[in-house]
């Protein structure tokens, strides 16, 4: 009998222990994926798909992009379409807030996507007149893809054909103003992909089909330069647009409307002149603490002096890894100390440091990270002017509250975490706001936390934090027409101390580079949205700083404003637009 009761007794603990760990399985299940996650993955696995089978398939495609065909936009309309259904037909009224932002973010997602692939239909269609032969090509290419027998003599005949077509085409560009820079960027994609997508099938079909082996090389060698002679044409109907105001950098001013709908589709609720204005509010604070330091250092107010003395503390070549590790063990210490974040300690264990090179510089003139800390310092190929500006501008000081900013807990730790972490939201709902907002609000953070110890320090610090506030202003009125690249460069040289060399490299990278138009302004408004997140449920609400931290870190990209959502429990509507005012206009 007692036998029988301490067995029932066990298998009454059984069923407790194993209904509280299923509790608790449900209760956590949104720490790591959201009912919603199935479609963002499959939706973005069949883009791909549509984009590898109706995209060109030469040998090297792993490195190539190539703008899509009409057919490839008309597959990808009808998949955002079916997509746009499923969510339709969702249920949810029984999401909760994680689910709801995952089905918000993807929404949206789907939508833009639709608007692009509108613009490059009627963009495709209205220079239409300039590819004629665009058609021929595609054909050929439709075969390939199954692997359809083809007739040698007769491809050879229609590669002919699609070359005096080029020819005709070509004459009439020679007599035509009306087309613009971006209209010629557009051609230019095309030819390119066109290009692609011609040697996809000779590579396929060369060497293997006799009679194509036979008829073909010849005038597919004709086409291939005819291509390359008329996007050269092309490219000089219209001079690329480089600024003649003494910088010699291009760029392309989208103007007040395109910016405004950026920041709309980041949402951002601020328009651009709203953003000038905070951006004018927060280089105000940093001027103040900019003369309180100069007063503490013996310089009074003449600010430029006090940055001088820091400019020339630069270390000695061949030294500059050594201080950086220093600033990453300090920057770390103190984290540790005001229990700020658990940083887990294989991410502290494995971020790596690599030399950039001299050409990377001209556009990087201050280290970058990521996996790695790339350090921005001379080499012996450099100028004595080139390699003087380079140990000043990364002086320890300037250097001093952006080394955790690229390693931990900035984007190394970004790059560990979001692989481990709902890491499907990485590349579904990106945005610069997240990426550089989370790391810029640890220098805002580590500043309010006196971090900086010393006048040179704080200064130091608010150098950068300057910087952050006139890339706001530059880039903003450069896109609104108001400013040139020069314009900018002066005004990073009078207003924020930068070396002339490394306030070209600034401006050059933030309007010839890869990097978007709103990319160098999210540093400081991501980082100013995530304070206020702070401010909010630290500040007031009375969540520790580490359990804040591990939480954001933990979710991955998105915009902040959804963020916020997901860490107060906010309620949303399905068709939810942008409405957070995170900044307190004075």
């Known amino acids: 009998m007692i036998s029988i009761n301490v067995t029932k007794t066990m298998a009454c603990l059984s069923f407790v222990f194993f209904s509280t760990m299923i509790s608790a399985q449900k209760q956590n299940l949104y720490n790591h994926t959201t009912p919603i996650e199935p479609l963002v993955i499959q939706y973005g696995h069949d883009v791909q798909a549509i984009n590898y089978f109706y995209g060109p398939m030469p040998k090297d495609w792993g490195t190539q992009r190539a703008t899509a065909s009409p057919e490839q936009l008309q597959r990808l309309a009808e998949l955002d379409q079916s997509y746009l259904e499923k969510l339709k037909a969702f249920p ?58 083809i007739n040698g003599e007769e491809v050879a005949g229609k590669l002919n054909a699609i070359t005096k077509k080029i020819e005709q085409t070509e004459k009439s560009v020679a007599y035509d103003t009306s087309l613009t820079f971006e209209d010629v960027a557009f051609l230019n994609q095309v030819l390119e992909s066109l290009k692609l997508r011609l040697s996809s099938v000779y590579d396929f079909y060369n060497g293997y089909d006799p009679m194509f082996t036979w008829w073909v090389p010849q005038p597919y060698k004709q086409l291939s330069e005819k291509l390359d002679q008329y996007t050269a044409v092309l490219n000089g109907s219209v001079e690329r647009q480089v600024f003649d105001d003494g910088s010699q950098i291009g760029g392309n001013p989208i103007g007040r409307e395109a910016l405004n709908k950026q920041l709309r589709d980041e949402m951002i609720v601020y328009t651009a002149d709203e953003l000038l204005r905070l951006a004018d509010q927060e280089f105000a604070w940093c001027q103040a603490e900019l003369l309180k330091a100069s007063r503490e250092m013996g310089f009074g107010d003449d600010w430029k002096a006090a940055q001088e003395k820091l400019k020339d503390a630069y270390v000695s070549p061949g030294q ?3 201080l950086i590790l220093k600033l990453y063990n300090a920057a770390q210490e103190f984290i540790r100390e005001h229990d700020l974040m658990d940083i887990p300690s294989l991410a502290d264990e494995t971020w790596g440091m690599i030399m950039m090179t001299p050409e990377r510089q001209l556009v990087n003139p201050f280290f970058t990270g990521g996996r790695e800390i790339s350090i921005s310092y001379p080499t012996d190929g450099m100028t004595h002017e080139q390699k003087l500006m380079s140990m000043r501008g990364n002086n320890p000081y300037f250097s001093y509250p952006t080394v955790q900013h690229e390693l931990n807990p900035g984007h190394h730790l970004q790059y560990f975490m979001n692989r481990r972490h709902k890491p499907y939201r990485e590349h579904a709902f990106n945005t610069p706001f997240w990426t550089e907002g989370w790391t810029l609000y640890w220098e805002l953070l580590l500043y309010d936390k006196g971090f900086a110890k010393t006048p040179e320090e704080r200064m130091g610090m608010l150098f950068w934090r300057m910087h952050r506030c006139a890339r706001i202003t530059f880039s903003i009125k450069f896109h609104l027409g108001e400013w040139t690249p020069q314009q900018c460069i002066d005004y990073l040289v009078d207003n924020v101390g930068f070396e002339v060399a490394n306030a070209h490299g ?70 939810h637009e942008t409405k957070w005012e995170f900044y307190n206009f004075k």
């Not at 689910?99 to 209205?126: A, H, S, T, W």
């Not at 999210?522 to 995530?530: I, M, S």
């Open 92 to 149: 949810y009224d029984l999401l909760e807030t994680n689910g709801q932002v995952d089905y918000i973010l993807l929404n949206r997602k789907i939508k833009q996507n639709i608007e692009k692939l509108q613009d490059e239909k009627k963009q495709y269609m209205q220079l239409g007149r300039y590819f004629p032969f665009a058609e021929d090509i595609y054909d050929l290419e439709k075969k390939r893809r199954r692997g359809v027998p």
């Open 320 to 322: 500059q890894p050594e």
């Open 506 to 575: 600034e401006v050059k990278r933030s309007f010839e580079s890869h990097y978007g138009e709103l990319y160098q302004l999210a540093y400081l408004v991501g980082g100013l949205q995530l304070m206020a997140i702070k401010n909010e449920l630290v500040d007031e609400g009375g969540m520790s700083y580490k359990a804040f931290h591990d939480r954001v870190i933990k979710e991955n990209y998105m915009p902040m404003e959804m963020l916020r959502a997901v860490l107060i429990g906010q309620d949303l509507s399905p068709n």
